[in-house]
Structure formats: C-alpha cells, structure tokens
C-alpha cells in the first residue's frame, strides 16, 4: 500500500479490500466446518498486514503533505522531512532504535506499524495539523487493535504459546470463563448482543477508523 497526497485514494483502496476480507468470514458461524479455520486463518493474517499497510502509508502520506477527503491539508508541524526515507528512519529512531543509521532500510528495519499505542506516539512526535482527528480516530471503542495481533500470530505461527495466547483473548472479551475455545471458533462467536461474528465486527470497526482518520 502506497501514500498519496489524497487520502480519498489511500480511503478508497483500503475499503475495497477491506469489503474483500468481510466477504470471506461475515457468513461464518458456530459450529464452524472444516474449511472455515483455513479461510479466517488467511483473512485474519490478510488484515493484520492491511491494517500495518495502512497506517504506514497514511504516516507517510502525511509526510509528503496530503489531502482528506474533505478537502483539508494534512501536514507535520513539528518536523519536515526532505523525502519517504527520511520518513521512515525517524519513525524507526522514534518507536523502535533511537541510534538506527543503517543504510539502504529494509521492511524489516522499520517499526511494527499495526501498533496503536506506537502509531500515536509517531502522530504526536510529528504534530500533524490533524491530530485532533487522528486521536478521536482512535477513542471509539475498538478492540481489535488489542487482540487481533494476538490472533493473528497463532495463524501465523501455530505453536502452543501462541495458541495459548489467544485462547486467553475468549476469556478477556467475556466469550468464555476458562481459557478453552480454539481460535477459529474465538472470532467465529458473536459477543453478548452484537449480531455478527468477531472477526466482522473487527473489519467494520477498522473500516470506522479508516473513515474517521482520512475524512
């Protein structure tokens, strides 16, 4: 995923993938057939990296001066940077090696992006002229920003502390009181009212986020 100096076209890719990624799992439920742990296996990996992509393509997009969808210009106060690299190497010195020069960078060099906590410590290093949006953005009540790393690293890595891990995500949103349900089965359940599995909800609530951040 790319910046650009018009979130509506960063807004407009990330949604139509994201719609992608809900097509696949919205119709699952309990109990969950066999092929159901390979599909929400993918989507959950899939939108973890789109989720990273996206916040590091909106960072970006700030850096180079860009525009909401509104129309608004969003630019970085507190800092200037000459071109993408240089970009890149503060958010690295900032979140991840204050003392970083290596030279070319690599993807692995970089920060973990899909972290909230960390994008927001960037977004107020650098001052944007919308960070008041940025941080209402992110007070709306997500969870999927907690957990779905969580989920995501079983699929990814399918050993037992990360099956571990994520079954304890059951026990914190309330699915569960012991630490017992498969993965698959963790955001194929609806929580207490919602009408929808898990794993939709946290589409829709990134999909809000989205909005919110390039409106």
């Not at 525009?67 to 507190?78: D, P």
């Not at 599995?197 to 951040?213: A, F, K, Q, Y």
């Amino acid at each position: 995923m790319n910046p650009s100096r018009r979130l509506k076209k960063l807004h407009g890719s990330t949604n139509k993938r994201l719609v992608k990624l809900r097509a696949n799992v919205s119709g699952v439920a309990l109990p969950v057939k066999p092929n159901d742990d390979m599909v929400v296996g993918w989507t959950i990996v899939e939108t973890l990296n789109l989720w990273s992509g996206f916040l590091r393509a909106y960072y970006l997009s700030g850096a180079m001066r860009t525009k909401t969808t509104s129309g608004a210009i969003v630019s970085f106060r507190a800092v200037r940077f000459a071109n993408k690299d240089a970009a890149v190497r503060f958010a690295i010195r900032k979140l991840k090696d204050s003392s970083f020069k290596k030279s070319p960078i690599t993807r692995r060099d970089e920060p973990t992006w899909h972290d909230t906590g960390k994008f927001l410590n960037l977004q107020k290093a650098v001052n944007p002229t919308n960070i008041g949006q940025v941080y209402s953005a992110f007070s709306t009540g997500t969870t999927f920003n907690q957990f779905l790393p969580t989920i995501r690293n079983f699929y990814a890595h399918r050993c037992d502390e990360t099956f571990r891990k994520a079954t304890l995500v059951a026990v914190k949103l309330g699915l569960t009181t012991k630490p017992k349900l498969r993965p698959t089965n963790i955001v194929c359940s609806r929580l207490p009212t919602r009408p929808q599995n898990l794993i939709t909800d946290w589409l829709d609530e990134i999909r809000n986020v989205v909005d919110l951040l390039c409106s």
